[in-house]
């Protein structure tokens, strides 16, 4: 089976996951794809990434995470041996515990082996039992990648305490299984509904029957961001779709994706990405992704 040219490769018909190595290329330009990668970083020196706006200076047994529509790009780094795990987008929101850790842990893209050494050595071993098993010939090879891919995000959401600070989660935010099942309805509600009239805080934290500031709070500890910004970030995951789709036109994506004006869309988009929508839809149709 040939793997070179995985960052085409096709969740939405083919597979949940996808793994590749023992390329002997140092890089690989900047990029954007609907699905998410993890990448163990290989031997030597240098081991340069981008995600986002951020390069990252890494060595053997860090961690990249790309969460799904991220822009990124390897500047130069060892290929051959490090490993890169790929996963839909559907597979992340299939349960809503992997909804929650990928929104807890949106803004985290690496995790370093020096500050994390118990956690990137459990992590670094549950990658190679995926390695042996998506390279065997077993039954089932793809479920059961799965499976580690789960327990690979299980064990990072264990460890979450020894993050930053934006990412701590604290006694006072947690909160109760009825709050989770509001929070969860309101934010169905909002990723279906993005063209809606209202979708402030208040509002949703009255449809939800909670106060403003236990909503505020929680929905932070659910998304590991506040209500603001994870609003703008579903608008740009979808944004980031549209964007993809033969004759839509820039306005016409920004409006369904929920943003009341170009130059609202272009700023946010901007911050998040680095680059105008323009320049990221040229590199999908580049790609040919």
């Not at 995790?111 to 065997?136: C, N």
């Amino acid at each position: 089976m040939d793997y070179s040219h995985y960052e085409a490769f096709d969740f939405g018909r083919l597979s949940a996951f996808n793994m590749s190595t023992g390329y002997k290329k140092r890089s690989y330009r900047l990029h954007w794809h609907s699905y998410g990668e993890i990448l163990l970083v290989g031997p030597g020196e240098p081991n340069r990434f981008r995600v986002n706006q951020n390069i990252y200076d890494l060595v053997e047994g860090d961690f990249v995470l790309v969460w799904p529509m991220e822009m990124h790009e390897i500047i130069d780094a060892d290929r051959e041996q490090s490993l890169v795990i790929q996963f839909s987008n559907t597979f992340m929101n299939s349960l809503l515990d992997l909804q929650r850790i990928m929104h807890f842990y949106r803004s985290l893209h690496v995790i370093h082996r020096s500050g994390h050494p118990a956690l990137a050595d459990q992590l670094r071993k549950t990658a190679g039992r995926m390695k042996d098993t998506f390279y065997s010939e077993e039954v089932n090879r793809e479920l059961r990648c799965c499976m580690l891919l789960m327990e690979f995000l299980l064990t990072l959401d264990e460890h979450r305490e020894e993050f930053s600070p934006e990412l701590k989660q604290t006694a006072k935010d947690s909160c109760s299984d009825d709050a989770m099942r509001r929070l969860t309805m309101v934010t169905d509600y909002i990723k279906n509904n993005l063209t809606a009239d209202d979708l402030s805080q208040t509002a949703m934290a009255d449809m939800a029957g909670l106060s403003k500031d236990y909503f505020s709070r929680i929905f932070k500890h659910f998304t590991g961001m506040n209500y603001n910004r994870w609003l703008n970030m579903i608008r740009l995951e979808k944004a980031t779709a549209l964007l993809a789709e033969e004759g839509m036109t820039l306005t016409e994506v920004a409006m369904f994706s929920g943003f009341r004006s170009i130059p609202s869309f272009n700023r946010v988009f901007h911050d998040e990405k680095g680059m105008a929508p323009s320049e990221y839809r040229s590199l999908f149709v580049r790609e040919g992704l």
